[in-house]
């Protein structure tokens, strides 16, 4: 590998430098010299501890993950464009018709979804085709999360069955007295 792609801030590549524990001080030094040193540490050593996190588990693995863009970076314009569908698919789940909504016919509807089933990392895209899939239009349209967003969300899935957040009882009770 030549180079880190340039999606990767440097929040990302110490974040990353933490996650697999590698031996590399990132204190006061531009993205360029910390992405130049990670590159040579990853290419000097052979073993990395796999990460459940990430789903890497070697160092090819490590290094196709570097070299192509972020998935967790959208541009600006892109998110709003990608956000402003999603919103027309909840306003036509809501409705269940396509008054009000940029939608002409079920197809373009169903193009749509199929557009930003890619961006499943945005919470507003998975719940608008959660919907969408809940109206039984057309087969299930999946959402691409990446491996990172997804563990996140069966680490908080497994909190939430473990110990229920808020628990109601009956009865008197002083609070903050």
């Not at 073993?47 to 998935?71: C, R």
């Not at 961006?119 to 999946?142: C, H, M, Q, V």
Request: glycine share 2%; net charge positive.
């Amino acid at each position: 590998m030549e180079e880190i792609h340039k999606s990767f801030s440097k929040n990302d590549m110490i974040e990353l430098i933490e996650v697999f524990h590698m031996d590399i001080d990132y204190f006061d030094i531009s993205k360029v010299k910390l992405s130049k040193k990670l590159l040579e540490y990853i290419n000097n050593n052979e073993t990395f501890k796999p990460s459940i996190e990430y789903f890497i588990n070697n160092k090819d693995e490590l290094i196709e993950y570097l070299s192509k863009p972020n998935q967790m970076k959208v541009s600006t314009y892109q998110k709003k464009e990608i956000m402003y569908i999603a919103k027309n698919i909840l306003l036509y789940c809501k409705q269940n018709s396509f008054y009000n909504t940029t939608f002409v016919d079920t197809h373009e509807l169903k193009e749509a979804a199929n557009y930003i089933k890619f961006y499943g990392d945005i919470p507003t895209i998975r719940r608008a085709l959660a919907k969408l899939n809940s109206l039984k239009l057309y087969e299930e349209i999946k959402t691409d999360i990446s491996p990172k967003v997804k563990y996140e969300l069966d680490k908080r899935n497994k909190l939430k069955k473990i110990k229920p957040i808020v628990e109601f009882k009956y009865g008197n009770f002083t609070l903050f007295g």
